[in-house]
């Protein structure tokens, strides 16, 4: 049987042994260092923030091929021995002065060959969340984008915006992860107006204070808000019970509201079963 092995002519005649692969046989594993030397590897940071009633995504220009003028997310390489988390935050800190983020979670990683035309680069995206207290100092080549109406975009990044303004809806749901994104005090009007902009479709104040009040997500102050023009008593300032990542109820999901019936038709309540039976929600 041969054993996969074949000759081959050495420039001075004799012959020597060539190793073909085989592939019923697994290689030895492959130490980190190599695994590193296989292709490039680049940390993105999806950062959002809630301004003026919108959900919007820190973008920078850039200036070089390829995609000159394009922008792009916040990135830069993984280096040996760093940590994915770790070198993320630095970068943020060193490219756009970001220091101050409320939460920063791991998104998703891009391993497309295709996905940057200069050679394949692995990348690891992160969701970054900045609070309503944090203005930082961007560069020139630094803006504030809202999401729903994105520059053009370099390499995949347009997608991994809209993974992680997905993530944000999805998690807004079944968490507390709005404090990240409020005042460290709030009303549960300006609350509303929060989830709102990261959901993307109208949200009822008093349904959103039963909601988070019950599951424990938001809690009352002693303190008012400062009394408007209009008069009547100043509404109450809320916070939230915890001030880090805490699963509310993993099965809970914001809906959109039911949209009007029809023109000569019924609507059926929102939540109703077969039958026209109402399912406890």
């Not at 002065?97 to 990348?123: F, Y």
């Not at 997500?217 to 808000?225: D, G, L, R, S, Y």
Request: charged share 20%; proline share 10%; net charge positive.
């Amino acid at each position: 049987m041969r054993s996969g092995i074949s000759s081959r002519a050495d420039s001075d005649g004799m012959r020597s042994a060539t190793a073909r692969p085989d592939p019923g046989r697994v290689g030895p594993a492959l130490r980190s260092d190599q695994l590193e030397s296989q292709f490039p590897h680049e940390v993105l940071a999806v950062v959002f923030r809630v301004r003026r009633g919108r959900l919007e995504v820190l973008l920078w220009q850039r200036a070089a091929r390829p995609f000159q003028a394009r922008w792009s997310l916040p990135c830069g390489p993984l280096r040996a021995g760093e940590r994915l988390g770790t070198s993320v935050v630095a970068h943020l800190a060193a490219k756009v002065d970001l220091t101050s983020i409320e939460h920063l979670e791991q998104l998703e990683t891009r391993s497309d060959p295709d996905r940057d035309p200069r050679g394949r680069v692995l990348a690891t995206a992160y969701l970054a969340l900045v609070g309503t207290g944090a203005e930082p100092q961007v560069p020139a080549d630094t803006a504030w984008h809202p999401v729903g109406a994105l520059p053009p975009m370099a390499f995949d990044h347009a997608s991994i915006v809209n993974s992680a303004r997905e993530r944000l809806r999805a998690k807004l749901s079944y968490t507390n992860i709005g404090f990240a994104l409020a005042p460290k005090t709030f009303t549960i009007s300006a609350l509303r107006d929060v989830y709102a902009a990261c959901l993307g479709h109208p949200v009822s104040a008093s349904n959103l204070r039963r909601v988070l009040t019950r599951r424990g997500v938001i809690e009352p102050t002693p303190e008012m808000a400062r009394p408007t023009a209009s008069g009547g008593r100043p509404p109450t300032l809320y916070r939230f019970a915890a001030t880090s990542l805490v699963v509310t109820n993993p099965f809970a999901a914001f809906r959109p509201p039911a949209p009007p019936p029809s023109e000569g038709g019924a609507l059926q309540p929102l939540g109703a079963g077969k039958g026209g039976r109402h399912q406890k929600a």
